[in-house]
């Protein structure tokens, strides 16, 4: 549907008559196709020898969407009719009306059961219900990851776009383990199954490896946008989720404490560098130096100065890694 109301295109037009003294007393305009002079749509001005950014409404109501031209020109009182200025206006068709409010939210797991069948998580009236909780019913779950699909209808009987989530769904006669081993993977590349990545044995299991700092090797060749998969096992046999941490780059050591808080200071160096952890939380350091050979891997709590005299001249190639999410890479030069 078009717009039909009032269509105002500003034109900032300079009329000028073919005498100096006689004074501007009208003008006119056309859309698309010019009638001649003193034929077209006619607009009033105050006399005056010159009418400079003219601010002028340009009713385009009826027109198709599209680029129109429009032409504007003013006479004077001696009669001469200036040059013909030109401009464009563009129509476009009536934006959307906005959604309607939010009625219900319906869910299931892993097949659909088509629109209107699923279980009912929400009922209501809201433009949004961001952040919104509900105890879905896991009859049709099974034990062990279950994909949740969500969606939503409005009051006019639109549906919106199907969301889905991974949820792990643990039977309750079954026996939870301690987690004991982690495995990762890397990305680009192929997940090689269960079991069948790398694998790395937890010195200490427990039932929740939240935050766990584990001694998985970064290998230098990690570029910027790498993704390390990771998921564990417990003593029963049960996988996790897999979950991933990025690789992020700074250029320099100042746009890394700008982003993460992390100071790792002279850059470049002589003979030892100093490194100081976010907010007192653990901080993995890995260093590699420039023929790719790792010197130094440890996790730090406090600020601490790391000796690498006698080492290579060179860019060593450091990875900090503090968020769960996110490993930072940099280049340190040692002089």
Not at 10 to 17: K, L, N, T
Not at 130 to 141: E, I, K, Q, R, V
Not at 207 to 213: A, K, P, R, T
Not at 267 to 285: D, G, H, M, S, Y
């Amino acid at each position: 549907m078009l717009r039909r109301t009032l269509w105002l295109a500003c034109i900032a037009v300079i009329g000028e008559s073919q005498s100096q003294n006689a004074d501007i007393v009208r003008g006119e305009y056309w859309i698309d196709q010019d009638l001649g002079n003193g034929g077209n749509i006619a607009f009033t001005v105050v006399n005056d020898p010159e009418v400079n950014n003219l601010q002028l409404p340009i009713n385009l109501a009826g027109y198709d969407p599209g680029i129109h031209t429009i032409g504007i020109r003013t006479l004077d009182a001696d009669g001469h009719w200036s040059l013909t200025n030109f401009s464009s206006a563009v129509v476009i068709p009536e934006p959307a009306m906005p959604p309607s409010d939010l009625v219900e939210i319906r869910y299931f797991f892993n097949e659909d059961p088509y629109f209107g069948n699923e279980p009912v998580a929400w009922t209501g009236s809201a433009i949004d219900v961001n952040g919104l909780t509900f105890n879905p019913d896991l009859t049709g779950a099974v034990p062990g990851i279950n994909t949740l699909f969500i969606r939503s209808r409005t009051s006019d009987g639109h549906w919106g776009l199907t969301n889905h989530a991974a949820i792990l769904v643990i039977d309750p006669d079954t026996t939870i383990g301690l987690i004991d081993r982690v495995e990762t993977f890397v990305l680009p590349g192929t997940d090689p199954g269960f079991g069948q990545a790398d694998q790395h044995l937890v010195s200490a299991p427990e039932n929740d490896l939240f935050g766990y700092n584990f001694d998985t090797p970064i290998p230098i060749d990690f570029l910027l946008g790498d993704t390390l998969m990771i998921r564990s096992q417990d003593s029963e046999g049960h996988w996790s989720l897999t979950n991933h941490v990025v690789i992020n780059g700074s250029t320099d050591v100042n746009e890394l404490a700008d982003e993460t808080g992390i100071s790792a200071f002279p850059n470049p160096f002589a003979e030892t560098i100093t490194v100081q952890p976010a907010e007192a939380k653990p901080l993995r350091v890995i260093l590699y130096d420039p023929q790719g050979k790792l010197v130094y891997d440890k996790m730090l709590t406090a600020t601490t100065t790391i000796d690498l005299n006698g080492m290579v001249a060179g860019g060593y190639t450091a990875f900090f890694w503090q968020d769960q999410e996110r490993i930072h890479r940099t280049t340190l030069i040692k002089q």
